[in-house]
């Protein structure tokens, strides 16, 4: 029971930067890691609320996947891979040439609190439901959102909800939002499906050169510089 008791004074301890970095270091350090996203729209505080889609993340070592809409991306150790089923087009990018690129934004696609913790302030409401419970606050007029909220898994470290709140409309910006809030479901750590980091559903190579297969003929190759 002293060791339980110990372990709680200890957390409680915690300041919430430090608390927010077990986070951060939960992404770097997983080697595998899947989520599923949704994401609802609010127009008003009465609204029900709207889906806007789904949508998925797969990371696996250095590979990486994510789908949401109709864009699709994909890393792996031969190329990134950027589709837009929309524009129907498929850009690829040489893995040598955008390594650099991707090692210092190696997590980008993955919900991020960087761009959060450089708001105005940041309060920790403690556990609820076993979810740590944050907000973050903007108080400039000038951004669109005014208050981020975050649940993060007590466990596990990883997201499990973010909301975010709108700034009301002004005679120079109209948002027409409320709140959008996006969940992370279906979190694991198991090594996911290796398919999902293949692009040659897309393409094939004749001597090192991507051409699309018959299947996306119809779509616009695009070779990056």
């Not at 051409?211 to 119809?218: D, F, G, I, Q, V």
Request: include cysteine.
């Amino acid at each position: 029971m002293l060791t339980l008791c110990g372990a709680g004074l200890i957390l409680h301890a915690q300041t919430p930067g430090e608390l927010l970095k077990e986070t951060t270091l939960a992404y770097l350090e997983a080697k595998n890691l899947s989520m599923d996203v949704v994401v609802h729209t609010f127009t008003s505080a009465s609204d029900p609320g709207t889906l806007l889609g789904n949508g998925m993340i797969r990371k696996s070592e250095e590979n990486y996947y994510s789908k949401f809409l109709t864009d699709e991306l994909i890393v792996n150790g031969t190329c990134t891979v950027v589709l837009d089923h929309q524009e129907k087009t498929v850009t690829w990018y040489d893995a040598e040439k955008e390594k650099k690129k991707k090692d210092k934004n190696r997590n980008q696609q993955l919900p991020n609190l960087d761009s959060l913790a450089n708001g105005d302030s940041i309060v920790y409401r403690g556990l609820e439901n076993g979810q740590r419970h944050f907000l973050f606050y903007s108080r400039s007029i000038k951004t669109a959102i005014r208050l981020t909220e975050v649940f993060i898994d007590d466990q596990t470290h990883f997201i499990t909800q973010i909301v975010y709140f709108y700034n009301d409309n002004t005679a120079e910006e109209a948002y027409d939002m409320y709140k959008v809030v996006i969940d992370y479901v279906n979190i694991s750590t198991t090594k996911p499906t290796e398919t999902f980091f293949s692009e040659r559903k897309f393409l094939s190579y004749t001597k090192g050169t991507p051409a699309l297969t018959a299947s996306y003929s119809k779509y616009k190759l695009i070779i990056a510089p």
